[in-house]
């Protein structure tokens, strides 16, 4: 079928932008596996999306997020293109339903997480499927020691022999060269029959600046003067929900009207925020890094940090949201040595070490009952009765579901145990391995905050593009015009 068609009659555009054609043609005319490597907002769903259409067979799409699948699902049944999602929010009837469907030919897109692979009902179904393609989104969350990591992401390259191989396209807007590696191998790639493309962060209209800050006071006046001057909407990220809730204290005494999102607000809550922002009633979101995946806004203004993000990656991702619009935006940074203390600390909350591991399983493993009649701070206080501020436990309970060792939540007082501890829970040795990874993820933040050079370059120069060329829309070639790096 011809994909220029497809592109206008079902998604409603005239042309193909940037490399979209090419990397469409590998997939659908030519047979090649692909890896791109896209800014966010480059459009890389139709890179899957119109193949999809193309092909003869189904397409399966594996994706991180229960909502993002979500979202894209709504937007393509929105067009008349028959697309569903099996995920834990689903009944099982409707699974069985939909996965029937799909087997059937009569859904063209199937949209799942990587964890459905371990359902043995799943897989006695879909090797009945005629796949002609997989998709693999956000598959920066193959790498181990990457910000995004799901343990299930690396055993694709294992579904894939499961469902015959198909063609495969792996999509990311973050990948250095090290992870880049990783997906190619971890997806069990041929590098023969493999094309690779990687648009780095050619956004000319988002204009990047640090600033660097010694007080509250200062980063106020310096949100003040961005949201004077760019208008809205916007989004102001912050690493600590008690200074989220702070500024937002200090924005509303300057009748700066403005909502705020983090992971501790009920879901409901945070869908209605997400919504109104989206609808444009609300023009200024203070947010964690639980705003933003999958976030269809084209005219955000402006995306400023008022903490030091954890790595270059997750910075870039979210700075991506800004100005998908074409039109100017800015990407701001107010960065002071506390945001560098809070990271650190972050960080060590991050890297619970082996031991700690394996005393968490065993209260869960033995003591269950106790538990799941309690709440988390029961937990907390039988593995850090000297430090209530220790927020281990939150990131080992999440590595636990991650890597299917636990199932259900503390929270919802029915978590089971439904495994072993997996090798590198128990494995000293690679754990301080990935604190050291992501100490030095820091440090290239901060390096990206004290350079003297192009700020577009350094980032580039980070995901592995050669010869970057100056973007002359920073605050430093603003300063340095006229030099050549």
């Not at 067009?79 to 834990?88: C, G, L, M």
């Not at 000297?386 to 299917?404: H, I, N, P, Q, V």
Request: charged residues 30%; hydrophobic residues 35%.
């Amino acid at each position: 079928m011809d994909i220029n068609k497809i592109l206008s009659e079902n998604f409603g555009f005239n042309k193909f932008l940037g490399p979209q054609e090419n990397i469409i043609n590998d997939v659908t005319i030519h047979g090649k596996n692909a890896l791109v490597i896209m800014p966010t907002g480059g459009g890389k769903s139709l890179c899957y999306q119109v193949p999809a259409l193309a092909l003869k067979g189904g397409t399966i799409v594996i994706s991180p997020l229960i909502a993002l699948m979500q979202d894209q699902v709504s937007a393509l049944r929105r067009k008349k293109i028959p697309a569903s999602f099996i995920n834990s929010t689903v009944s099982r009837r409707d699974r069985e339903n939909r996965l029937a469907d799909f087997v059937k030919g009569k859904l063209k897109l199937l949209y799942v997480t990587p964890e459905r692979f371990r359902k043995k009902v799943f897989v006695e179904q879909i090797i009945q499927a005629n796949i002609s393609l997989l998709a693999v989104d956000e598959a920066h969350c193959i790498a181990e020691w990457g910000h995004d990591f799901r343990p299930d992401y690396s055993r694709i390259g294992e579904f894939r022999e499961i469902i015959g191989n198909p063609v495969t396209i792996a999509l990311t807007a973050t990948a250095t060269p090290e992870v880049q590696k990783e997906i190619v191998e971890k997806l069990h790639l041929d590098k023969n029959n493999l094309a690779i493309y990687h648009e780095g962060i050619r956004r000319k209209n988002l204009r990047l600046e640090a600033v660097e800050v010694y007080d509250d006071d200062q980063k106020l006046q310096l949100m003040l003067n961005v949201i004077e001057e760019m208008g809205g909407p916007g989004i102001i990220y912050f690493s600590l929900i008690k200074t989220l809730e702070k500024f937002a204290e200090m924005l509303d005494r300057k009748k700066i009207r403005n909502v705020i999102y983090h992971g501790k607000l009920e879901n409901r809550r945070r869908k209605d925020i997400q919504r109104r922002f989206i609808d444009g009633n609300e023009p200024l979101i203070l947010a964690t890094n639980a705003f933003g995946m999958g976030i269809d806004k084209a005219d955000i203004r402006f995306v400023m940090h008022a903490e030091v993000p954890s790595s270059v990656e997750s910075y870039y991702q979210e700075i991506g949201r800004a100005g998908r619009d074409g039109k100017e935006a800015l990407c701001m940074m107010i960065y002071n040595q506390q945001d560098l203390h809070t990271q650190m600390e972050f960080i060590k909350w991050s890297n619970p070490g082996a031991n700690y591991y394996y005393r968490l399983f065993s209260i869960l493993k033995n003591d269950s009952d106790k538990v799941n009649s309690n709440d988390i701070e029961f937990l907390r206080e039988e593995l850090s009765y000297k430090d209530r501020s220790d927020f281990r436990l939150e990131t080992a309970l999440s590595m636990l579901d991650r890597y299917g060792v636990t199932s259900g939540s503390v929270e919802e007082n029915n978590i089971k145990v439904e495994a072993e501890l997996p090798l590198q829970l128990e494995d000293e040795a690679y754990l301080a391995g990935k604190l050291k990874s992501d100490n030095m993820k820091l440090l290239e933040m901060v390096n990206y905050i004290r350079t003297e050079k192009c700020r577009r370059s350094f980032i580039e120069n980070y995901f592995g593009i050669k010869n970057p060329v100056n973007c002359n829309n920073c605050d430093i070639c603003g300063i340095n015009e006229n030099e050549e790096y």
